[in-house]
């Protein structure tokens, strides 16, 4: 089996066909902590429901979508009903347009309460996205492996740690040819928050 490729902050991490860069520390420490736990005890998570290989069995995560109140986003069988941006989501989510220049309308919102909830294979690559997605995720609290494989080879593999504060960006056609996860680990006991900004058409 090919060895995952470990990336470097602020390079492109996909050898071909899309981009996704990484971008370190890109809150500082302090205002990350500030934002992990505004948003750990202000937002209202819940835990949904999704189809899973023909059976509905509870995500292993909590959710919560923020936004422009006009459009729901929908995937694996849940649709969810934007709740109104906070003071805290927007200034986050001013500082992510800055650098993206980009607009963005809703954010999806996920809380891993320790190791052992997690995120399987999958690509941001629903309808409403538009063809070519651009998102952008942002990282608070305990450091977590991201993996990216190719959907059509499965054995390229590219790995990194998403640190506290960091911000990932997926753009250009890494949906079309590219998925992504986040493993379950036992050596994690902290909690993550993961926000992914994108742009509903």
Known sequence: MQQPIFAQPNFNLLPHHGETVYFEGFFPQQKADLFFNTLQDTIQWKQEPIWMFGKKVMQPRLTALYGDPDKTYSYSGITMKPLPWTAELLEIKSSVEKLTAKPFTHVLLNLYRDGQD??????????????????????????????????????????????????????????????????????IFGGRINLTFRRLT
Do not use: C
């Open 118 to 187: 997690s995120m399987g294979w999958h690509r941001d690559n629903e309808p409403t996205l538009g063809p070519n997605p651009e998102i952008a995720s942002v990282s608070f609290g305990a450091s977590r492996v991201f993996q990216i494989r190719n959907y059509f080879d499965k054995k390229e593999k590219i790995q990194i740690s998403l640190n506290h504060g960091s911000l990932l960006i997926m753009r250009g056609e890494s949906q079309h040819y590219w998925e992504h996860q986040i493993p379950k680990s036992k050596k």
